[in-house]
């Protein structure tokens, strides 16, 4: 795994939880996991680094539809430009990285052909959507592409995908906000929250035996 180093510096490590303002807040969430003015400042640090890294080139940002809607539009405006950006929505499946086995849901207009290319996501998670989109913007002719996302969550990776620019490093939680939904709710929280675990089944619940 080539995650552990990031081309942006060390990568913060969020361990601990604050508490959250709200009643509706405390009851559907554990706690505050980034507060919205850390996000703007680690989202600087991250544009800063890109800005360097890229100068002189004409980057095509591509955001992954639709948890980096948020993170992306803060991003590119930390970036000095000229640069171009799309969005492409992929399908859940979750079956593997064969690029032909993988549908995107919204097309990518641009001309990705020879171009130096960041593909953005909310969060690694277990690799498989960016594996699967790295190999597809590939054999499309990308010249580069390299991979930003806001959080990494090491502990579920399953396909070895180098995530060049990471904001955060989280642990095994279920997170919500700044793009990040569970069931499409929570996308518009400015700050990232940890999911409370859903609540067991109610006793007497008749529990399916397995079938053999
Ligand atoms: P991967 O293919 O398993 O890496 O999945 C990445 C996608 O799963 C992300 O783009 C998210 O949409 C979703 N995802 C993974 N972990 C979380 C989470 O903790 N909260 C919300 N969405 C998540
Ligand atoms: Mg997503």
Do not use: H, Q
């Not at 996000?39 to 100068?55: I, N, S």
């Not at 992929?90 to 549908?103: A, C, L």
């Not at 518009?188 to 619940?205: A, E, K, M, S, Y």
């Amino acid at each position: 795994m080539r995650t552990a180093v990031s081309k942006a510096g060390r990568v913060p490590r969020i361990v601990r939880l604050e508490p959250v303002a709200g009643r509706a807040n405390r009851a559907a969430l554990a706690g505050r996991a980034v507060s919205a003015e850390r996000l703007a400042r680690r989202v600087a640090a991250l544009g800063r680094r890109l800005a360097a890294d890229y100068a002189g080139t004409e980057l095509v940002v591509v955001g992954l539809l639709n948890g980096s809607v948020l993170f992306v539009a803060d991003l590119i405006r930390r970036l000095p430009g000229p640069l171009a950006v799309d969005f492409v929505g992929v399908s859940s499946y979750r079956g593997g990285t064969r690029p032909d086995r993988m549908e995107f849901t919204n097309k990518l207009r641009l001309d990705v052909r020879g171009r130096e290319v960041l593909l953005v996501d909310d969060i690694l998670d277990t690799g498989r959507t960016l594996a699967a989109v790295r190999l597809r913007l590939e054999a499309m002719g990308a010249a580069r592409v390299r991979v930003c996302v806001l959080l990494d969550k090491p502990a579920r990776r399953e396909e070895e995908v180098v995530a060049d620019y990471v904001g955060f490093r989280i642990p095994d939680w279920f997170v919500v906000g700044y793009g990040l939904d569970f069931e499409e709710r929570w996308r518009n929280l400015p700050f990232i929250g940890v999911l409370r675990p859903t609540p067991p089944d109610p006793v007497g619940t008749p529990i399916r035996p397995a079938t053999a």
